[in-house]
């Protein structure tokens, strides 16, 4: 078990460093990619101690479910590529 959580982090911590040096997303953490229709589908999310609210940005927040938006993104060789990120609804409890 413990040789599959060690592959399993590689496998993360290298997609998170593929998403940053390829393509520039920062602040996000790699949750998964896929082979759907000839296209590579990599899902993503925000880093819970990077959320804050979107109005005041304090960090005082309630988390209230998640909205998945789809990017279109740059291929990779031939194969398109989409970046679907979860987007994190909040509630501010300061605002």
Known sequence: MGVWQNI???ETL???SLLYHA???RGYQYLSSRYE???????IVKRKQDL???????SN?????????????VPI???PVKILLAIQRVHCRDC
């Not at 229709?37 to 899902?43: A, D, K, L, M, N």
Request: net charge positive; proline share 3%.
């Open 77 to 79: 060789g031939s194969k």
């Open 8 to 10: 399993h982090k590689k």
């Open 14 to 16: 290298m997609s998170t």
């Open 23 to 25: 393509f520039g997303i």
């Open 61 to 73: 927040i309630i988390c209230k479910g998640t909205v998945d938006r789809c990017f279109d993104s």
């Open 37 to 43: 229709f000839g296209e590579v589908i990599f899902r």
């Open 52 to 58: 804050v609210c979107p109005v005041c940005n304090s």
